[in-house]
């Protein structure tokens, strides 16, 4: 997958392109170089539109779906005060919708003095997609009387954790472990033994709670006291102790009740505009992505305390 749009080759869209997408693609569209190729996939379509991409690239590239008007102009500054009073040139500039290892639909408009980010105000995803909520699936069965196990929850949890955590390495410039996190999440998706992956898993947490450049690199940084626990360091270490109580439960064939494995073991899910602007506002703007990755799996205000998640 390419980090950049001058690096790839093919723009894949998954499901339906919402008004809200319809601008961001466009504009990523008209900066991949040509041969290049565009298709729209579903679900069960995945394999044949990829197929037909590949085809259509080896034929010197194409865009299947049409184009569209890209508007592309050049943000310029303003002038505004500063925290000491002093008249400096003010840039805004908008984060997200797509991103590589960004939050889907996420857009936080920043306004910059330097690198500082002087005011962050949060626009969250309302339309990023359909149907159910996947890090939700262990309980889907439960409406056909199917039994959700304990080692069932444990899986998908670690799932969305090791993918938590392989954005937040990427992000953070160290591929190795993120690329470890991504293979570890992907086997666990395909069903790998406990044990193999019980031996991998620890390993790695082992290898990122020894790194003192990590810790160095993230401490004090992205700190809130009220909504989110501790700084990035922090937040990173109570993953990896929550994958390590997980790691128990992964061959567990004990029944769940319907509103999800106990509360106290997972981190609280927060809204991204609850708690961005105070933890962006006066950061530098390189840290800003970092602080985002290191948060929750986003979850809307009345999708906490759903099964899966903590009331707050």
Known sequence: MALNPADADLVVVAGPLTPRFTEPVERIWRQVPRPRAFVR??????????????????????????????????????RGTDRDGLALDRLHVPLGPLLPNWPAGLVVHTTLQGDVIQHAQVDTPDEVGVG????????????????????????????????????????????????????LRDFLLEGAESAWVRRRLLRLITRVRRSRTWRWLTAELGEHRHSVVGDVSTRCSA????????????????????????SGDRSVPVSPQRVLPELLEGTEFASARLIVASLEPWRSPDEVGSPGGVDD
């Open 41 to 78: 996939v579903r679900e069960h379509e995945v394999g044949d539109r990829l197929d037909t991409a590949s085809v259509v690239l080896s034929r010197g590239g194409e865009h299947e779906d049409g184009g569209g008007e890209v508007r592309n102009g050049l943000v310029m500054a303003d």
């Open 132 to 183: 159910e909520d996947f890090w939700r699936w262990p309980w889907w069965p439960a409406g056909t009387g199917e039994k959700i196990t304990s080692g069932g929850v444990a899986r998908i949890r670690l799932v969305e954790l090791l993918d938590a955590l392989g954005r937040l390495f990427a992000v953070a410039g160290w591929l190795d472990v993120a690329m470890r996190a991504g293979v």
């Open 239 to 262: 993953w990896l102790n929550e994958m390590e109580r997980l790691l128990v439960d992964l061959d567990s064939i004990e029944s769940v009740p319907l509103d999800g494995p106990g």
